[in-house]
């Protein structure tokens, strides 16, 4: 049956109510917090590193993302930590704390579809973590200028940009996910609980299973066994099956993206690397062509995983 | 009530096979205040959720104001208002906060606005707390705020789910009183309780669902013509010896219940009290009380839900 009106009806204004209550809310200012301290942890150390090689590095700023100095990790792995926990942060309550407040059926006895609800909550979501990004991302490079006293060149603007779009892609995943989690689960706990497992199991556990599986569907042919080196299906599952992993796919991206002189995210053989330049960094148009798989995953996952959210909050009765 | 603002033809809701709702019809003019009645889980909630749209109906049709709510489900929800069961608001945001939310919903101008949400406030009694947080308002405040946001909207049609349960006698009557003045308004008020006594004061005719059907419809008076059969019963509070005999020879009593030792309840089906009254008097009887039962709708709805329940026992054995 076909019905009348625009689905979109009201989606600005539950996305600018969604936004205010995010950016006001001391859930996200504990997130802010966290993420701001550890990134500032992980950089203290990096500029102690990298102020003596400011002179030799074309990439200097690039660095500022991906170096790491004992004990801490590099910026950019501390976000890949840290942004799905803000994102499950947002999102996990979406649905059900509309039931739990009991707001639900007067919320949706306005003129409005469910369709502008859920985009416009998803939309805020992503706004707000839109922002926060955008805002570390001006401190790092703000702090970068006033430290190493090096202007950062376009294509290192250009990549930490499209960096930031990966990350926010990213995030996305898991705002999808928390959310899709608040609309199958009634009690905002349980919802929070199982989006921070699949966050664990996806990013710590999927790794070293990916391995295991890739040995057990790819057995090392005896040759390979012999050179004690993995073998060439064995190494395609295990990248494959890897990837099913959204943490996987951004390490990838970060890894491409930051760091120029990435030629490759499979392996490589020896004949392919007849003639190029060991350690040149590769132009911005070539590291995108590395990284366009791995960027349009992470976007097809969030489309597919809200898809999904939105096909199941359809189908859910109003009553609480 | 020229017109009929809400039709129903034959509407059935299931839920995992079961009927929640089984084809029931009824119509409510304009301006009416109508009452869906029964205990919880007769389907009350899930009528008024496909009057709005906001559940599927499996089968039958509806229409409101002559829309069809499952095509245009925007256009009705411009018109009618809604209160849930224990209705919710965002508790952080303050009584003015939340209305702004929904007026905005209701694409009210914001140059109107905030006219509007004030004025709104004021009809419920509530212009005092409109800066105070939600958090802190009383279950009847709630409702009062929920009240509020019918009124903000000018709805032709108000749906209030249980608006009176788990209020207090002072707050029930205040809310009482609001309902009406949404009647005074020429709003046409639909509202479901399982509190009879509230229902037979506001509502000009009222449906009895039972199991998912409309067991009886119409006006309190002509229910109880329908249940209780043409007249209501006389009570009789009088001490005296051999009473009940008594009464049972007046002519035209049918039967007489002993309530206590001194008062009795007399069935007839004619007038009779004047003939107790003069019977009591000859027998000496000391006569405290003599009284026509009032027409409640308790006593409509006991009535006639033990003679369901009798009937099935009937069937069962």
Request: glycine residues 10%; neutral net charge; aromatic residues 6%.
């Amino acid at each position: 049956m076909r019905r009348e009106g625009s689905p979109m009806q009201g989606m600005n204004v539950v996305l600018l109510k969604e936004l205010a209550d995010h950016l006001r809310s001391g859930r996200m200012r504990v997130l802010e917090w966290l993420i701001v301290l550890t990134a500032a942890a992980a950089l203290y150390g990096v500029f102690q590193q990298i102020r003596s090689t400011t002179a030799s590095d074309p990439y200097i700023f690039l660095r500022l993302f991906t170096a790491a100095q004992e004990p801490m990790p590099s910026f950019s792995a501390l976000l890949g930590f840290l942004v799905p926990l803000a994102a499950i942060g947002l999102g996990f309550d979406a649905v059900n704390g509309e039931y739990s407040r009991r707001t639900m059926s007067r919320l949706l006895s306005q003129p409005i579809y469910r369709d502008a609800l859920l985009m416009g909550k998803f939309l805020a979501g992503l706004a707000t973590l839109a922002v926060s990004l955008l805002a570390l991302w001006l401190l790092v490079v703000g702090a970068g200028l006033v430290l190493l006293g090096v202007p950062p060149g376009g294509e290192e603007i250009a990549r930490s940009l499209l960096f930031l779009l990966l990350t926010l892609a990213y995030a996305g995943v898991w705002l999808a996910i928390a959310m899709l989690c608040s609309i199958l689960f009634r009690s905002a706990a349980t919802s929070a609980l199982v989006s921070l497992g699949l966050w664990l199991f996806l990013s710590l556990l999927w790794p070293m299973l990916a391995g295991a599986l890739a040995q057990a569907v790819a057995t090392p042919d005896p040759v390979a066994q012999m050179l004690g080196q993995p073998g060439i299906d064995t190494l395609q599952w295990q990248l494959a099956l890897g990837r099913l992993s959204p943490s996987q796919l951004f390490a990838e991206g970060v890894l491409a993206l930051l760091v120029p002189s990435t030629r490759t995210l499979g392996p490589v053989f020896l004949s392919q690397l007849q003639g190029a330049l060991i350690g040149a960094p590769l132009s911005l148009s070539q590291s995108l062509g590395i990284v366009w798989p791995q960027l349009i995953g992470l976007i097809a996952a969030v489309i597919l995983l809200f898809t999904l959210a939105y096909v199941l909050f359809q189908r859910r009765e109003v009553r609480a | 009530m020229s017109t009929d603002v809400i039709q129903a033809r034959e509407l059935t809701k299931r839920y995992q096979g079961r009927a929640a709702v089984d084809r029931i019809s009824f119509t409510v003019g304009q301006g009416e205040v109508f009452g869906l009645l029964g205990p919880n889980g007769a389907g009350k909630t899930t009528t008024l959720l496909m009057l709005l749209g906001l559940t599927d109906a499996d089968s039958g049709s509806v229409s409101v104001l002559g829309r069809d709510p499952r095509r245009s489900p925007l256009a009705v929800k411009r018109e009618v208002g809604y209160m849930p069961d224990a209705v919710g608001f965002y508790d952080y945001l303050t009584a003015r906060e939340n209305l702004a939310y929904t007026a905005k919903l209701m694409e009210i101008d914001a140059g109107e606005r905030d006219a509007r949400i004030v004025a709104a406030l004021e009809r419920v009694g509530l212009a005092g707390d409109a800066d105070r947080r939600v958090a802190a308002f009383s279950r009847g405040m709630r409702q009062r705020l929920g009240l509020a946001e019918i009124v903000l909207k000018r709805a032709r049609i108000a749906i209030l789910d249980e608006p009176t349960s788990g209020l207090d006698p002072q707050a029930t009557e205040n809310f009482l009183g609001l309902i009406g003045s949404l009647r005074h308004d020429g709003v046409t008020v639909l509202l479901s309780s399982h509190l009879l006594d509230h229902m037979q004061r506001i509502c000009d005719r009222v449906a009895l669902f039972h199991q998912g059907r409309i067991a009886l419809l119409g006006s309190v008076p002509e229910l109880a013509r329908q249940v209780l059969g043409g007249r209501s019963a006389v009570v009789v509070d009088a001490r005296g010896d051999g009473l009940p005999a008594l009464l049972r020879g007046i002519a035209g009593v049918a039967s007489v219940e002993a309530l206590d030792d001194h008062r009795f309840r007399v069935h007839a089906e004619r007038e009779v009290r004047p003939d107790i009254a003069r019977a009591l008097a000859g027998a000496g009887a000391e006569l405290l009380r003599l009284d026509d039962e009032p027409l409640s709708l308790d006593a409509i709805y006991n009535r006639f839900f033990n003679a369901m329940a009798q009937e099935e026992r009937r069937h069962a054995a």
